[in-house]
């Protein structure tokens, strides 16, 4: 079965399973995904998905939450890999939504793949010692990761 036939079985099987939609990474070299650095030293999380993915526009409105409360101080950035496939292969992404958490020198510190809150976002940034500025303490140390 050619690659690009895999892809959309695997996308298909995925769908039908309701595993939100999976997206055929396949590996056609060893190179490393491109980690763009992030705005002035700035924590960054991006979202990878598709306007097709329900749990992806679902999270349109936690990035909206994320950028207006803490926009001079997190980098939040949304790729639609349908419209750009080539970031499938830049960051390894497995299924959509994915979000990729980067710390102040564009390293990942996590990912996430699903539905995130801000305050499950904000929690992933405590967790590694990254705590946003405006956010009140309790959502910077609670973890509702999955709550909406």
Aim: aromatic share 4%.
């Amino acid at each position: 079965m050619r690659q690009s036939h895999r892809a959309w079985a695997l996308l298909a099987a995925s769908a039908a399973f309701g595993l939100g939609v999976a997206v055929g990474a396949w590996k056609g070299s060893s190179e490393v995904p491109r980690r763009p650095s992030t705005h002035a030293g700035q924590p960054a999380v991006v979202e990878l998905g598709s306007t097709s993915c329900a749990s992806c526009r679902a999270m349109k409105p936690v990035l909206a939450e994320l950028e207006r409360v803490h926009g001079s101080a997190l980098d939040v950035r949304s790729i639609d890999v349908l419209r750009r496939r080539d970031a499938i292969t830049e960051w390894d992404v497995k299924a959509i939504p994915t979000q990729v958490f980067l710390d102040g020198t564009g390293r990942e510190i996590e990912r996430h793949v699903g539905f995130i809150s801000a305050d499950g976002v904000r929690s992933v940034f405590a967790h590694h010692g990254i705590v946003l500025p405006g956010v009140p303490r309790h959502a910077a140390t609670s973890s509702p990761r999955s709550a909406p």
